[in-house]
């Protein structure tokens, strides 16, 4: 018989137990809607957006901006796991099997990688058409889009991670989810440029770990890496590290 | 050869104390039932013989492995199922077998066989396509019961498992258990507060109460130790002042009246006691309606073992 790696085995599980074509569905839908919808609708009120030494258009700023926003989305999914476990029994249920809680971290952080590429490369691909004309891949930038998909999904994952070991009603749960996500969503870079913005907003802008996953990636596809850029690889790194840690901690001291 | 051992097992909770002092010595091969009252510390236990939690004191061999040094290496050899449920809301009845013997590394042929064999023997065929969201209690109990056998064990862990199942499926179980106990030597450790299926179903028997094991034994050696009263009802037609007072000069005996006017002997020498008092109910022209001895089950002892304890 082959030995199959308890990680790979709970990633299957993982992935088999999180998507479905409602997920699938989603994460196209809802992306394609901004960025054929609200991109084109706004493009009467933002002409072109400056980025680095280049101008976009709006669309293909949003277009960019919808990965990170697709990956951070998509990252949820690590929560809704861990807490669909701990109320459903089957953290308790794993943890009693042939695996570790290190083996269950892992395997969701792998989850998590799996799911923030898979997003990174589908709203690529969807979003490609819009923001082609700028486009600059690369030997430097696809690295720079997978490791900002990677780094950024772990980030987000362990957020989600944090909140779902926190709380344990499905409302709360839901509610500050949201929350989180929502304002990490529209106090971002993501949708608008931070150029124009009220002071305390484009301050918040960058209180906010988006902001940081959208500029890299924006980055990488336009080929438009600054010092400012690399210093926000490194915050994202430290940051997710840091999130990581407390997530894994928690998950670690998680009683039965 | 001993499959499980404890010695001097305690697990303390801040103030509170739920294993205290547990040695238990469990031969491989047979089942070995767990009961107690609720709260009395079995599914901590549990939970500790499954290297879930770790003790506070004392120490645990589960398949001669230290639980300390190695839980990983138990986990790897025992099945578990935990009192709460646990289950995967969006996969099929069906699809939860397969990726449970999945997670535990089977072969897709044997997962694929498995499946179906414990689809049939666990009578969940008909239910094999719906969501596990969508089952009632018992259907997802049956799946939860039916996971467990996807994968190979030496020691599975039960606790109480039959809950939300109706009588029939209740008895398949306890049938299919004893068969795999018979077939494949499983040893399994069995918690339930349905005593007649510990006696139907258990060689062994230990009773714990307040984090302690009262008594450990066969359930006949339990009736012989601890059954020695016994229990016989006369259901009467009336009840008069005079029978009153005569049968209250018997200590070992006791008058109900709801629903049905009955004398109750609870006495280690039932059969004296009853021949005073059938000699009352003659003298006093009481008629007999019914007259019924009780044998002595395991509710009784454990009954009594758990009240002398308390």
Known sequence: MIRINPIIRLVNRNLTISINPGFIIWQILFPLIYIFVAGFAYTALIDS???????????????????????????????????????????????????????????????????????????????????????????????????????????????????????????????????????????STAFYPVQGAPQPLATIFYLNPLSYLVDIIRAGIFGQVTDFVITEMLVLVGLAAILFVIATKLLTKLDF | MLCIETKDLRKKYASTVAVDGVDLQIESGQVFGFLGPNGAGKSTVIKLLTTLISPSNGKISVLGIDSAKHPLEIRKKIGVVLQQPSYEPTLSAEKSLEKYGMMWNIDKKIRKKRTEELLSAFGLEEIRKKKMDDLSIGQRRRVQVAREFMHDMDLLFLDEPTVGLDPAARRKLLDFLREQVKNSGLTIFYTTHVLSEAEYLCDNIAIINNGKIMAVDSPSELKNRFGHEKTIKIHISTVSEELKSKLSTIPECQIKLEPEPTVIINSTKSEIVLMNILKILNETDTKINDLSAIPTNLEEIFLKVVGDSN
Request: hydrophobic share 55%; proline share 4%.
């Open chain 1, 49 to 187: 957006v400056p980025f680095g030494g280049k101008n976009l258009d709006y669309p293909a700023f949003l277009a960019s901006g919808m990965i990170g926003f697709n990956i951070m989305n998509s990252t949820l999914i690590s929560g809704i796991i861990i807490w669909n476990d701990r109320r459903h029994g089957m953290f308790e249920q794993i943890m009693s099997g042939p695996f570790t809680r290190t083996h269950y971290i892992l395997s969701n952080i792998v989850t998590i990688g799996i799911i923030g590429l898979f997003s990174a490369a589908l709203i690529t691909a969807v979003g490609y058409p819009v923001f082609f004309d700028s486009v600059e891949f690369n030997i430097v930038t696809i690295p720079l889009i997978i490791f900002g998909s990677v780094v950024g999904a772990i980030l987000f994952g362990s957020i989600a991670s944090i909140i779902s070991v926190k709380l344990r009603s499905s409302e709360g749960f839901n509610v500050i989810i949201n929350t989180v996500f929502l304002f990490c969503a529209f106090a």
